[in-house]
């Protein structure tokens, strides 16, 4: 296990964007697509949920500088009733086995929300997206301890990726934690 993530890397994939669950929205929370200024929230929510990565504004414009004037259809964020931004995912896209896949990336969640379904509604958000953008299928990768994230990624028909030695031990690790 790495002490700098927390768990072992896992890959995940949804081979087809056909059909996942959707959710509704309530209690005043909406969805908005990434404008101008919108890094400093998207690094506010980052900070509060992620223990493990240290995040500041290199980092930001590291993963997304190459593709900065497309984060306003590629990054978005989950806002409550008050407008404050409280979740924030990014429908990316690599290539996986050598094809073209939509990337479920830097998904977050405010601590001070979790545990009420809203991560839900982030993922939702972001396959909609990557299926609005015509990707067939999907991928991410997060890590064996985040118990709830891999849950979420389930319900959505995301399985783990098993086709190598490491990721085997990864996903085994996952269920040792869910034991």
Same mark, same amino acid.
């Given at each position: 296990?790495?002490?700098?993530?927390?768990?072992?890397?896992?890959?995940?994939?949804? *081979?087809?964007?056909?059909?996942?669950?959707?959710? @509704?929205?309530?209690?005043?929370?909406?969805?908005?697509?990434? !404008?101008?200024? @919108?890094?400093?929230?998207?690094? *506010?929510?980052? #900070?509060?949920?992620?223990?493990?990565?240290?995040? *500041?504004?290199?980092?930001?414009?590291?993963?997304?500088?190459?593709?900065?004037? $497309?984060?306003?259809? +590629?990054?978005?964020?989950?806002?409550?009733?008050? *407008?404050?931004?409280?979740? #924030?995912? #990014?429908?990316?896209? $690599?290539?996986?086995?050598?094809?073209?896949?939509? +990337?479920?990336?830097?998904?977050?969640?405010?601590?001070?929300?979790?545990?009420?379904?809203?991560?839900?509604?982030?993922?939702?958000?972001?396959?909609?997206?990557?299926?609005?953008?015509?990707?067939? !299928? !999907?991928?991410?990768?997060?890590?064996?301890? +985040?118990?709830?994230?891999?849950?979420?990624?389930?319900?959505?028909?995301?399985?783990?990726?098993?086709?190598?030695?490491?990721?085997?031990?990864?996903?085994?690790?996952?269920?040792?934690?869910?034991?």
């Amino acid at each position: 296990m790495s002490q700098k993530t927390g768990g072992s890397k896992i890959l995940m994939v949804l *081979n087809d964007l056909k059909d996942f669950p959707l959710f @509704d929205y309530s209690d005043g929370y909406h969805w908005k697509w990434y !404008s101008k200024g @919108d890094e400093i929230s998207w690094l *506010n929510i980052q #900070t509060a949920s992620e223990p493990f990565i240290k995040m *500041n504004e290199e980092l930001y414009i590291k993963e997304f500088q190459k593709m900065y004037d $497309d984060l306003c259809m +590629r990054q978005g964020f989950l806002l409550n009733g008050q *407008n404050e931004y409280v979740g #924030t995912g #990014t429908a990316w896209f $690599d290539q996986y086995k050598f094809k073209e896949f939509g +990337r479920v990336h830097w998904i977050a969640l405010n601590p001070s929300e979790q545990g009420r379904g809203l991560s839900k509604l982030i993922v939702q958000e972001t396959l909609l997206k990557l299926k609005e953008l015509r990707y067939k !299928s !999907s991928y991410l990768y997060t890590s064996s301890n +985040r118990i709830a994230a891999i849950k979420t990624y389930l319900s959505f028909g995301f399985l783990p990726d098993l086709t190598t030695e490491e990721y085997l031990v990864a996903w085994d690790e996952y269920l040792e934690h869910v034991k």
